[in-house]
């Protein structure tokens, strides 16, 4: 119970065990659905945080409808 404590880590966390130097190292595991590891790529959240910064910045567009967008779309 210590241990999980001072590590912040709870009843059913997954964690993995690796030696070095001569100690067992523990480390906490993310586990990440294999269809949705995409979206923790380096290159997948630099696109959201952009994403995140155009919004902010008002950088977007609204449409009253799927036509109004399109006809943007194809004005380009």
Avoid: C
């Amino acid at each position: 119970m210590e241990i999980r404590r001072k590590s912040s880590l709870r009843e059913g966390d997954f964690v993995s065990f690796e030696e070095r130097n001569g100690e067992i190292v523990m480390s906490p595991v993310r586990v990440i659905k294999k269809d949705q590891a995409y979206f923790w790529t380096k290159e997948w959240q630099k696109k959201e945080q952009e994403a995140e910064d155009d919004l902010k910045k008002g950088r977007y567009k609204k449409f009253d409808s799927a036509d109004g967008l399109i006809k943007d779309l194809h004005s380009k």
